[in-house]
Nanobody, 123 residues
Framework: QVQLVEAGEGLVQAGGSLRLSCVAS????????MGWSRQAPGKQRELVAT???????KYVDSVKGRFTISRDNAKNTVYLQMNSLKPEDTAVYYC?????????????????WGQGTQVTVSS
């Protein structure tokens, strides 16, 4: 019942910027946390950034100072602003979210991921 759709894929040169967005839809009561993960070819998936409903953020060390995660709670949307991109940032980026879905009388917790969006940074 919950769907995440990412947008913002593209090819950029090293040093450039790109902004990703992810919109959650469905019978959502609340979203407690949203985040972004990525997976490069031949490598395991890693968590890049997370943000809670209260605005607390965390980042993997490799992107600190370059990436910024933000969210619009009213729109159930999370963003990832990526600046000073490096070739090693090349990966498929996935949006994820967790929260409550259903009605006030019947609800349950969910955790889901989007389909992913390709980000390629050329040298």
């Amino acid at each position: 019942q919950v769907q995440l759709v990412e947008a913002g894929e593209g090819l950029v040169q090293a040093g450039g910027s790109l902004r990703l967005s992810c919109v959650a839809s469905g019978d959502i009561l609340s979203i407690d946390a949203m985040g972004w993960s990525r997976q490069a070819p031949g490598k395991q998936r890693e968590l890049v950034a997370t943000i809670t409903s209260g605005g607390s953020t965390k980042y993997v060390d490799s992107v600190k100072g370059r990436f910024t995660i933000s969210r619009d709670n009213a729109k159930n949307t999370v963003y990832l602003q990526m600046n000073s991109l490096k070739p090693e940032d090349t990966a498929v980026y996935y949006c994820d979210a967790e929260g409550l879905v259903g009605s006030s009388s019947y609800y349950f917790r969910f955790q889901t991921w989007g389909q992913g969006t390709q980000v390629t940074v050329s040298s």
